[in-house]
């Protein structure tokens, strides 16, 4: 049972144009989400996350907007750059564990010139 | 340099045959945890530990052990390895706990035939 899901597995994107990855989830407890960008033959590093108190949260131009009635999140990127091209996971943290840190399946992000 | 660090990053091995994958971390942190990543499943938690001598199981334990006897070292144990183990896995520590993020490992591909 996928409780987080990224429901598109890739995205082609002009580069200086927006890029949007979205991220659904199903349970309710999870209030803490995360963005973790991943290349080929590496590990995933963190990107952004943002807290259910909130519905947006930036960091240069990476900004992640929260929607909890609708239990969904989405990274935006502005401007995409080549150096985007990645695969995006996100993921999701529930109140009350300790290390239960639940992952997306993933979209891969192909910026092109 | 602060890092998460694997071995070996690759491997091929035979069913049954019993093997250990080594991870160690030179940040002092408390988090660790053992994902596995595979083709549209995304990350998923194998197990987790919030200090030493404290572990517990993610969502896909079976076929694997660990333990954690000192800080730095997380080691991913499979008893008896099977083909449906195959995957590439990511040994990931955090200081205050995932919700701050993970600093993942570059991953270890096991082929087990």
């Known amino acids: 049972d996928q409780q987080v899901k990224q429901n598109s597995p890739s995205l082609s994107v002009q580069e200086g144009r927006i890029s949007i990855l979205n991220c659904d989830y199903t349970n309710s407890m999870f209030d803490y989400f995360l963005w973790y960008k991943k290349y080929p033959a590496e590990g995933p590093t963190f990107l952004i996350s943002?807290?259910?108190?909130?519905d947006k949260n930036e960091d240069g131009r990476f900004t992640v907007f929260l929607n909890k009635s609708a239990k969904h999140l989405s990274l935006h990127i502005v401007p995409s750059q080549p150096g985007d091209s990645a695969v995006y996971f996100c993921?999701?943290?529930?109140?009350?564990?300790?290390?239960?840190?639940?992952f997306g399946t993933g979209t891969r992000l192909q910026v092109t010139l | 340099e602060a890092q998460v660090t694997q071995n070996p990053r690759y491997l091929i091995t035979v069913t049954g045959k019993k093997l250990t994958v080594t991870c160690s971390q030179n940040?002092?942190?408390?988090?660790m945890s053992w994902y596995r990543q595979d083709p549209g499943l995304g990350l998923r938690q194998i197990y987790y530990?919030?200090?030493?001598?404290?572990?517990d199981k993610g969502d896909v334990p079976e076929g694997y052990k660990v333990s954690r006897k000192e800080k730095r070292n997380f080691p991913l144990i499979l008893e008896s390895p099977s083909p449906n183990q195959t995957s590439l896995y990511f040994c990931?520590?955090?200081?205050?706990?995932?919700?701050?993020?993970?600093?993942f490992g570059s991953g270890t591909r096991l082929t087990v035939v």
């Open positions: 990931a520590s955090s200081a205050q706990g995932p919700r701050y993020g993970y600093t």
């Open positions: 943002i807290s259910s108190i909130k």
């Open positions: 530990s919030m200090n030493v001598e404290v572990t």
């Open positions: 993921a999701a943290y529930p109140t009350g564990t300790a290390s239960k840190l639940t």
């Open positions: 940040m002092n942190h408390e988090y």
